[in-house]
């Protein structure tokens, strides 16, 4: 293995990462206020009389948004809010549902083909979007639109592909009072960032450390159920697209139930794991305990174990603060795997292969 990157040299990270992710991850605190901006300031949006449930709709890093506010607002919301990502929707939904599609660059081709299946059921559509078909569509249908900013990565465009949904829907009438907590959320990211930018030296920086822990390993992600969960499948996710190395994941309890045998004896495949727990800080329930338990049941079994307490004075930070620091980790992971951490190669190449057969 090659001697890594050192990570606290700005020019030679800048000249690694052409695309600009590590600037984008950086940007996010930024995004998120602006995006809560876009959606309270949208100027058309469904009626929202006899709703009594939300579906989101996309693919990829234009639906890890709908999970998300699914995570923070079902509960807040009082109705059933539901994740699709398919060429289909179920039949349960219909004229009671506010259907969010959600596609960064409007041309998703399953989130195109669900779009029938939402015109069919009578679902009351707000659209979310750079352009693209998906635009050219809700305007020909007369559905609301909210055209977002281009040029990132949809995976880098997360404050645009959830908050803006979540303001929107507050616009609405269908939740209360969120705003005003993401706006504090956004504002608790920029100490994060920096905290865990590329200015911030190796010795103070735990994004910094923890990438350099997890080189040359593969990420097992292990997030508490519910919101956790969510950060645990971003990470596993971000890993794939940003670090271009293969990651897991799964959520405790249920991974206590089967996932956990799997890990039998330490042997040359399980010792090159990392098993990475996330958790809230000051959780004192059963599944905490579990965490503590299970991590320790481990050490044992694989390469190395981390265990992330999540603090933040409110659910909404906790969630943001994971993530955000997955997202930091996984970009100095990349370019301390020499990789530029923008592009998609094999993703590109299956959408045209897609296309090429018709």
Not at 100 to 125: H, K, M, P, Q, W
Not at 136 to 142: D, G, K, L
Not at 273 to 297: G, P
């Amino acid at each position: 293995m090659q001697e890594p990157v050192n990570l606290d040299d700005v020019m030679t990270l800048g000249e690694m990462d052409p695309g600009g992710m590590l600037a984008a991850v950086e940007d996010f605190p930024r995004q998120c206020a602006e995006a809560l901006n876009l959606g309270r300031e949208a100027p058309e949006l469904p009626d929202a009389e006899g709703i009594s449930r939300v579906a989101f709709v996309g693919m990829g890093g234009s639906a890890i948004g709908g999970d998300i506010l699914r995570a923070l607002l079902e509960d807040v919301v009082g109705m059933p809010m539901s994740v699709h990502r398919s060429y289909r929707l179920p039949s349960l939904l219909g004229p009671d549902t506010l259907a969010v599609f959600v596609s960064y660059s409007g041309n998703t081709e399953e989130t195109l083909s669900a779009l029938d299946d939402a015109i069919y059921l009578g679902c009351r559509v707000l659209v979310l979007t750079t352009g693209g078909k998906l635009l050219e569509r809700a305007r020909a249908n007369r559905y609301p639109a909210v055209v977002i900013p281009g040029g990132l990565q949809p995976r880098a465009a997360l404050g645009y592909l959830s908050l803006t949904a979540a303001a929107a829907m507050e616009r609405m009438g269908l939740i209360q009072g969120f705003v005003r907590v993401a706006h504090g959320m956004a504002e608790s990211l920029r100490a994060k960032g920096e905290e865990w930018g590329r200015l911030s030296p190796l010795e103070k920086n735990f994004a910094k450390q923890l990438a350099l822990r997890l080189r040359g390993k593969i990420p097992v992600i292990y997030g508490v159920e519910g919101m956790l969960a969510v950060a645990a499948y971003r990470w596993k996710c971000q890993f794939n697209e940003n670090s271009k190395v293969p990651a897991f994941h799964h959520a405790l309890p249920e991974m206590n139930h089967n996932e956990i045998v799997g890990w039998h004896v330490l042997d040359e495949y399980s010792r090159k794991v990392e098993a990475i727990f996330l958790a809230e800080e000051d959780d004192a329930s059963r599944v905490a305990k579990r965490v503590e338990i299970t991590a320790d049941l481990l050490r044992e079994k694989v390469g190395g174990v981390t265990v992330l307490r999540v603090g933040g004075d409110t659910r909404t930070e906790r969630l943001f603060s994971a993530v955000h620091l997955g997202d930091f980790v996984s970009a100095y992971l990349a370019l301390l795997n020499g990789v530029d951490p923008t592009p998609v190669e094999v993703i590109t190449l299956l959408k045209e292969r897609m296309a090429a057969e018709g």
